[in-house]
């Protein structure tokens, strides 16, 4: 309804027949007309300088439509102007068009402006032929080679360049973690037969293999999108998916792993029987994120939202509780915070072990057991994801590049360490159920 009406405004400018009037200003629309070759004119403070041989340029700014109109350019948000500029260039015939449009700032560090336009074919915003050629704390001075309806989008945290060395560190640990995964798989696929004698071992190797499977699939998808500007939408779009499904199964299979750890530790001597693990484990690791990824998807595209961003490869993020992002960080932060839970059941178990009248040396060898236990389950249960969310949280702060440098170091070379922490998963287990009968 809101582009119609812009289309309207536009079509009723456009069809104007101006004899001497220099315009009209209310309190929402404030129109102009230039009849000169140097047209340099003002709509609500917004500056407009054009060159023309010949023709009228009609200049029309309106307030307090811009936040009704589908937004979904690249998580960008309006100025806090809040005003769209639309130009028309009656009876010309330049070959060539050029406007400069000087919009007063908004702005808040750390951000980044886009000059844009409103496409009513697509119904969205674009920056096709606009470009910006000043930005300071007081204007932001767009040009553009084309006449319609114009504006300025903030985008959060754009304006923070990416960091070389960040993505230097990410790439190599990538490398790094796509080795060990490769490694820890072979030398899981020439152990199998040897390590799942039982119904306890099969069902921690099985959880074991899918999570690195899925976090190998993972991390070749996100190098295979590391450069987005030689990609097609289409492939894009395909690599966003994949990385959604890839880490939220991943995601899944750490708490079907978790979930049979606390089941152990509370029922232990009422054991899970395979068929029922089996059946459970896969509904919660494969169907659950096939669920997730594909109704997020229908649902943004039912909707006209973008799923995906063309110029990261990677789920939109505009701002709390809105945007695709959130069809993976909610079902993440779910599914962290009950692993979470699970650790402290750990601890809490081991702990209690510990009797009163109980030794130093007892309570040393608990303490070492609790440290062991927190080092292993960390990385497998993916807590240390937890500081993804604080780096969101913390977007605007001064100390978001730290968190940013800590979250990929975390998360990129942990794999490598991860590969012999988790063959040893199995002693630390029988370790945990020995403190237990203790």
């Known amino acids: 309804m809101s582009s119609n009406y812009l289309n309207s405004v536009e079509g009723l400018v456009k069809n104007i027949k101006v004899n001497q009037s220099n315009g009209v200003n209310s309190t929402n629309l404030d129109l102009t007309f230039c009849r000169s070759h140097d047209c340099n004119v003002s709509v609500f403070d917004i500056g407009v300088n054009m060159n023309k041989t010949n023709g009228i340029l009609k200049t029309v700014a309106v307030k307090n439509l811009m936040s009704k109109l589908n937004n979904s350019f690249n998580g960008a948000k309006p100025d806090r102007t809040d005003l769209i500029l639309s130009a028309t260039l009656d009876n010309n ?36 032929g606009c470009n910006i050629s000043i930005s300071d704390e007081n204007h932001t001075v767009c040009e553009c080679n084309h006449l ?11 304006g923070r360049k990416t960091d ?54 993972a991390n070749c998808s996100f190098l295979a999108s590391s450069n987005p500007e030689t990609l097609s939408d289409s492939w894009c779009l395909v690599l966003t998916i994949c990385k959604h499904l890839f880490y939220l199964a991943m995601f899944c299979w750490m708490l079907c792993l978790s979930i049979m750890l606390v089941h152990q530790l509370i029922f232990v001597f009422s054991p899970l029987r395979k068929r029922v693990f089996m059946f459970l484990s896969s509904i919660l ?13 229908v649902y943004y595209k039912y909707t006209n939202q973008n799923y995906h961003d063309p110029k990261t490869c990677w789920l939109v993020y505009v ?19 009950a692993n979470l839970f699970s650790m402290v059941v750990v601890i809490v178990t081991l702990m209690k072990t510990s009797v009163p009248d109980s030794s130093k040396a007892d309570d040393k060898e608990t303490a070492k057991g609790i440290l062991k236990v927190v080092i292993v389950l960390t990385p497998v249960f993916g807590v240390t994801w937890i500081v993804g969310f604080i780096q969101l949280i913390m977007s605007d702060s001064p100390m978001y590049n730290v968190i940013a440098y800590i979250f990929t170091i975390l998360n990129t070379f942990q794999v490598r360490e991860e590969l012999f922490k988790l063959i040893t998963v199995s002693t630390n287990t029988i370790y945990i159920q020995n403190c237990l009968i203790k």
């Open 148 to 158: 319609t309806a114009f504006s300025v989008l903030m985008s959060k945290n754009d």
């Open 285 to 297: 690791g494969y169907v659950c994120p096939i669920l997730m990824v594909g109704s997020s998807y």
């Open 319 to 337: 701002k709390l509780l809105v945007g695709s992002m959130h069809a993976f960080l909610l079902p993440v932060g779910t599914i962290v915070l």
């Open 164 to 217: 070389p060395t960040l993505e230097l560190i990410s790439n190599i640990g990538l490398g790094v973690s796509i080795c060990s995964l490769v490694i820890f798989l072979i030398i899981e696929s020439l152990v199998w037969s040897a390590v799942v004698k039982t119904n306890l071992s099969h069902f921690r190797h099985t959880a074991i293999v899918n999570i690195a499977t899925f976090l190998l699939l």
């Open 93 to 128: 015939n330049d070959s060539t068009r050029r406007i400069r449009l000087d919009f007063p700032s908004g702005k808040t560090n750390p951000t980044q402006p886009h000059c844009v336009f409103w496409n009513p074919t697509g119904n969205e915003w674009s920056d096709e």
